[in-house]
């Protein structure tokens, strides 16, 4: 089992930035990435940015070259540091990660980007 626990999370004028963490702990050793997903209200939640265990790294288009996602050396923490932050960013952020039989998912952290 993996437990997730995201932080970060808060208020920013459109423009700024916010850098979010998931801590990971359990049977980390055996994900084979780690993610990050957003939901807008109302909406179904998606995936936006993804690193697997060898740290490869991709994006989807709408938050490619503006959020940035990075884990530490021990492989516990994942970051997203997301830059030009934009209304349409507003919505809640969750922390996923898979292995071979199971998704794990974090209880989310929102992010309000005011114009």
């Known amino acids: 089992q993996v437990q997730l626990v995201e932080s970060g999370g808060g208020s920013v004028q459109a423009g700024g930035s916010l850098r979010l963490s998931c801590a990971a702990s359990?049977?980390?050793?055996?994900?084979?990435?780690l993610q990050w997903w957003y939901q807008a209200p109302g909406k179904a939640r998606e995936l936006i940015a993804w690193?697997?265990?060898?740290?490869?790294?991709d994006y989807v288009g709408s938050v490619k070259g503006r959020f940035t996602i990075s884990r530490d050396d021990a492989g516990n923490t994942v970051t997203l540091q997301m830059n030009d932050l934009q209304p349409k960013d507003t919505g809640v952020y969750y922390c996923?990660?898979?292995?071979?039989?199971?998704?794990?998912w974090g209880r989310g952290t929102q992010v309000t980007v005011f114009s």
């Open positions: 996923g990660g898979e292995d071979y039989v199971n998704r794990y």
């Open positions: 690193i697997t265990k060898d740290s490869r790294t």
């Open positions: 359990g049977d980390v050793f055996n994900l084979l990435a």
